[in-house]
């Protein structure tokens, strides 16, 4: 399975050790020349910084080749190039964060996997324990609302 990457899922699975994850649940990761600049940007940590000078082989970079349609514009521009890479490649499955951009995926009938959703998957196939990510996520700068953690431990208890 092929998916596209935007900036905050990468960031917090470098941030917490999980990134290698993504290659145990998707095999290949496309990431749009935005997206890859934003790790790099002097603001990143220098953890996340470091892992984006050096990219395993299961990422791939990709240049966007089309201009983004008229729900994209507001968007910041990894969002918009992850979704617009995802349109050009058709690929249905995009890992993103934040609410605007997963809105206007949905929109363009693109399944969404947040930093959440993975590391709760990535427990479920038994490839990490979700409670001890979930503790480091939370000792980085992820906003995670009490109500969205208490949904997720809930969820874990379910077959």
């Given at each position: 399975?092929?998916?596209v990457?935007?900036?905050?899922?990468?960031?917090?699975?470098?941030?917490?050790?999980?990134?290698?994850?993504?290659?145990?649940?998707?095999?290949?990761?496309?990431?749009p020349?935005?997206?890859?600049?934003?790790?790099?940007?002097?603001?990143?940590?220098?953890?996340?910084?470091?892992?984006?000078?050096?990219?395993?082989?299961?990422?791939?970079?990709?240049?966007?080749q089309?201009?983004?349609?008229?729900?994209?514009?507001?968007?910041?521009?990894?969002?918009?190039?992850?979704?617009?890479?995802?349109?050009?490649?058709?690929?249905?499955?995009?890992?993103?964060?934040?609410?605007?951009?997963?809105?206007?995926?949905?929109?363009?009938?693109?399944?969404?996997?947040?930093?959440?959703?993975?590391?709760?998957?990535?427990?479920?196939?038994?490839?990490?324990?979700?409670?001890?990510?979930?503790?480091?996520?939370?000792?980085?700068?992820?906003?995670?609302?009490?109500?969205?953690?208490?949904?997720?431990?809930?969820?874990?208890?379910?077959?």
């Open positions: 399975m092929i998916v990457a935007d900036t905050s899922p990468l960031n917090y699975l470098v941030l917490i050790d999980e990134i290698d994850l993504l290659r145990q649940l998707f095999g290949v990761v496309l990431l020349a935005a997206v890859l600049q934003e790790l790099k940007h002097p603001k990143a940590s220098t953890k996340v910084r470091a892992w984006a000078e050096e990219l395993p082989g299961w990422i791939e970079v990709c240049a966007v089309s201009v983004p349609g008229p729900l994209l514009l507001s968007l910041d521009l990894g969002e918009r190039e992850a979704l617009q890479l995802a349109i050009e490649r058709n690929i249905d499955t995009i890992l993103m964060d934040e609410a605007a951009g997963r809105m206007a995926a949905r929109a363009l009938r693109i399944e969404v996997r947040g930093t959440l959703g993975i590391l709760e998957r990535g427990g479920k196939l038994g490839f990490i324990d979700f409670d001890s990510a979930l503790i480091k996520l939370e000792e980085t700068s992820f906003r995670l609302s009490p109500a969205v953690r208490s949904l997720f431990l809930r969820r874990k208890q379910l077959p």
